[in-house]
């Protein structure tokens, strides 16, 4: 049975939306989700709701940790995202509803390792939202593959076989010669194959804000032998709408939307 791999949705439910119909279109019944359910997107509740319903787990992100507790180090666009979702999640008329929102986000675990159902001897997957070495907010970029071979190093002496990440918002596949391979790169359709004799982390890409100039939504599909990478379109003006009517949203995080930046 195979399993969906989101993350990094940050509030946009049309992104989601679109995503999960993907998803269920493919005959897949279990997601898991690697966190940043909020930040920056104009959806908050909405989307936190979704996850609840629909994921069989979900992580904590940096902006995750950052509406319960406080954004630090974050731009101001992010900071001001944060603090709005804050009061969107106080404003809830619903005490009940308010209590559990709050109660999922406070529940989100930093790291998860998990065995893909029905596996057949598939490796134990290491799940967290930035790197095995800090799970929350440790970036993994494509260009450390080139540019900085001792952090990788460093990095994937924490994996046994397969790690899953997310906030760069960029998807593809390290792997511990080191090297970075984006989707468009990796044969077999786009798919990457597991071996017994390599470690990989696998970056899923970002449903809500993609990053690699592709402004379509990017999830993940998990078997036991690979992983495979797919793209979905989704009504980005809605959400860029969405966004430029809150003040305390920044208009460029509507603008980037459109560039997948």
């Known amino acids: 049975m195979p399993t969906a791999v989101i993350s990094d949705i940050h509030g946009n439910a049309a992104a989601l939306r679109a995503v999960f119909d993907d998803i269920s279109a ?15 997107g104009p959806d908050p509740l909405e989307v936190v709701d979704m996850v609840r319903e629909r994921c069989t787990w979900t992580l904590m992100g940096n902006h995750d940790f950052a509406v319960l507790y406080e954004p630090t ?54 799940a967290v939202h930035a790197s095995p070495r800090r799970p929350i907010n440790e970036y993994i970029f494509p260009d450390d593959a080139m540019d900085a071979p001792d952090k990788l190093e460093a990095i994937f002496e924490r994996v046994e076989r397969i790690a899953l990440v997310g906030h760069t918002h960029v998807p593809g596949v390290f792997t511990d010669e080191p090297d970075f ?40 599909v998990l078997h036991p032998d690979r992983v495979e990478f797919f ?31």
């Open 73 to 126: 180090n974050f731009n101001a666009a992010a900071e001001s995202s944060a603090y709005w979702t804050r009061t969107q999640l106080d404003a809830e008329p619903d005490d009940a509803l308010r209590a559990e929102r709050y109660d999922f986000l406070n529940r989100l675990k930093v790291r998860i390792v998990d065995r893909l159902p029905e596996g057949n001897g598939a490796p134990p997957i290491l």
């Open 181 to 220: 391979y984006p989707p468009s790169e990796l044969g077999d359709g786009g798919a990457y194959k597991f071996l017994e004799t390599e470690k990989a982390i696998i970056n899923v890409g970002s449903v809500g804000q993609p990053r690699d100039e592709d402004p379509r939504a990017s999830y993940a």
């Open 26 to 40: 493919r005959g897949i019944d279990r997601v898991i989700n690697l966190g940043d359910v909020v930040g920056y």
């Open 231 to 261: 793209r979905v379109e989704y009504d980005i003006q809605t959400t860029a709408d969405k966004i430029r009517a809150v003040p305390e949203l920044h208009d460029w995080l509507a603008e980037r939307l459109f560039r997948g930046q």
